[in-house]
């Protein structure tokens, strides 16, 4: 579409809105441009269309509501994916040096800190229940 | 100590990769769970299967998960109204 069309059709937009008049020059346009020709008799159409068209829709809000929700849980779906990935490159990265030290001979070390953790780990979960609780009530 | 030098590099692997898979599980599930994702996962990581079986145990067992109806987050069952999208629950 040329620039002359859109500033025509601009025009004749200002027209179907009652913010302008269909003058001379519009008209003659219109006779001789078969793209604005078409353009205008659309928009007759709308005009005389639109007091058939239903436009008493009743608004739930709930389903509004609804569909907000839906599109948050599908955000933070993608997110969780995200973090995923970015979770499992950042444990194969430990994971890969606590083997390389393993290798290197620091094997004992990460025996004895094994070992603290399967006897004391069952007594971090007070506070993780605890740590839940908090966040429920807050 | 050079023993662990003399363990095969598969087994390193095996063991690798049964922490890897237990920490992104946990990670997942703690993520759709709305538990703290990130400090379970690096628990996960740590050991296994001791670590896992107590993941499960405080998230389905001492921690029983009751979610919304409307929103699905977690709520405690003493709860009338969901303090997330504000449905009554009770």
């Known amino acids: 579409m040329s620039y002359n069309h859109e500033k025509i059709q601009e025009k004749l937009m200002d027209v179907f809105y009652k913010e302008g008049e269909l003058t001379k020059e519009l008209k003659s346009h219109i006779d001789d441009c078969s793209e604005c020709n078409s353009f205008w008799r659309d928009l007759n159409t709308i005009e005389e269309n639109i007091p058939s068209f239903d436009l008493n829709i009743e608004v739930d809000e709930r389903v509004i509501g609804g569909a907000f929700r839906k599109v948050g849980i599908l955000k933070e779906k993608r997110k969780n994916i995200k973090d995923l990935a970015l979770f499992a490159t950042i444990a194969s990265i430990i994971l890969g040096?606590?083997?390389?030290?393993?290798?290197?001979?620091?094997?004992?070390?990460?025996?004895?800190?094994?070992?603290?953790?399967?006897?004391?780990?069952?007594?971090?979960?007070?506070?993780?229940?605890?740590?839940?609780?908090?966040?429920?009530?807050? | 100590m050079n023993e662990f030098s003399e363990i095969p590099i598969y087994l390193w692997v095996v063991i690798i990769c049964i922490l890897l898979t237990q920490g992104c599980w946990i990670f997942w599930d703690a993520s759709k769970r709305g538990e703290n994702k990130w400090l379970w996962g690096l628990f996960g990581l740590l050991n296994a299967p001791s670590n896992l079986i107590i993941y499960l145990i405080v998230t389905r067992v001492i921690l029983k998960p009751n979610p919304c109806k409307v929103c699905s987050k977690n709520i405690r069952k003493s709860y009338k109204y969901c303090p997330y999208c504000g449905e009554k629950v009770g």
């Not at chain 1, 290798?103 to 990460?110: A, E, L």
């Open chain 1, 97 to 138: 040096c606590v083997g390389l030290l393993a290798n290197m001979g620091y094997g004992k070390s990460i025996i004895l800190v094994q070992i603290f953790l399967v006897i004391f780990a069952p007594l971090s979960i007070p506070f993780m229940i605890r740590q839940r609780l908090v966040k429920e009530e807050s």
